[in-house]
């Protein structure tokens, strides 16, 4: 809601502008939406933080220990990009209609919002804290499968091979967790992976189906305190950068994009005008 009235302050005569703008104020407005949600005052703007530590003191209104700020800005920098994803392209449609960039990037945020985009890793930390004991975690894992259920944090629509951001999220998720947080639940969530993974590949051994990025954003999330609730917002503090440099990319291009389409529907009808008039 708040993103669209950044338009007020910017000119679509300058979009390197609205894109440092828009970057720039996402932390601002989730923090702030955050803390009025829950009754408390927005805190002051700090210009001294970096972009990380900034978002985690909008949050709490304390500055962030250096560990908490690596973390978190390890996990920004993951997610700042992929390709032509489906937030990702829906800025690029709307900005290569020479509309604004703040406009393009509240396309995007609309996209986002879809729960096959931006709201996964909500889903993959429930089943970890489901799953509650790592001796549970066949069964459960097993009665998932079962039911035909997917596993939230396995597998990707992309990629065929282990989500190399998985990847650099685990090792960012075992440093923080060797220095503080909880560290029962990661060694729940690393027992979970492993069990999972070996049931997919037993039931399904003709897929690829590996961790995924939203596994190890949720237990990194979780473990700096953020609920569920901002997990996504969090994805788009950090996608938000990405979505930018499309859309200045696009408007460099100078080119509309305008797919064409076959109709695949029913051919050789006819219209029974007397039957209609009766």
């Known amino acids: 809601m708040a993103v669209p009235l950044l338009n ?14 828009a970057i720039a104020s996402f932390p601002t407005i989730v923090g702030t939406y955050w803390r009025m949600r829950h009754t408390e005052r927005p805190v002051p703007v700090r210009s001294d933080l970096p972009h990380a ?34 937030s990702t392209f829906a800025a690029r449609v709307i900005v290569s209609t020479r509309s604004d960039v703040i406009s393009a990037i509240t396309g995007a945020i609309g996209a986002l919002k879809g729960p096959l985009h931006g ?17 549970r ?36 998720a075992q440093q923080f967790y060797s220095d503080g947080g909880d560290r029962s639940l990661y060694e729940l969530a690393k027992a979970v992976e492993t069990t999972a993974l070996r049931l997919l590949r037993e039931r399904k051994p003709d897929r690829r189906l590996d961790t995924n990025v939203e596994y190890y954003t949720a237990l990194l999330l979780h473990g700096l305190g ?49 039957a209609a008039a009766r």
């Open 8 to 21: 007020l302050k910017t000119s679509a005569a300058n979009p390197q502008d609205d894109a440092l703008t």
């Open 137 to 172: 975690a066949e069964a459960v894992i097993r009665a998932k499968l079962d039911r035909g259920e997917r596993l939230m944090g396995f597998g990707h629509r992309v990629y065929r091979v282990r989500d190399p951001r998985a990847d650099v999220l685990a090792q960012a």
């Open 226 to 274: 953020l609920q569920t609730e901002l997990f996504t917002p969090t994805f788009a503090i950090g996608r938000v950068a990405g979505w930018a440099a499309h859309c200045l990319e696009q408007l460099r291009n100078g080119k509309l994009i305008r797919p064409q389409s076959n109709y695949a529907g029913p051919s050789g009808l006819r219209y029974d005008f007397q």
């Open 53 to 86: 530590a900034y978002y985690l003191h909008q949050l709490s209104g304390a500055e962030p220990a250096p560990e908490r700020t690596r973390a978190i800005e390890t996990y920004l920098n993951t997610v700042c990009d992929h390709g032509l994803n489906a």
């Open 119 to 135: 709201g996964a890793p909500g889903p993959a930390l429930d089943m970890v804290l489901e799953i509650s004991a790592p001796e």
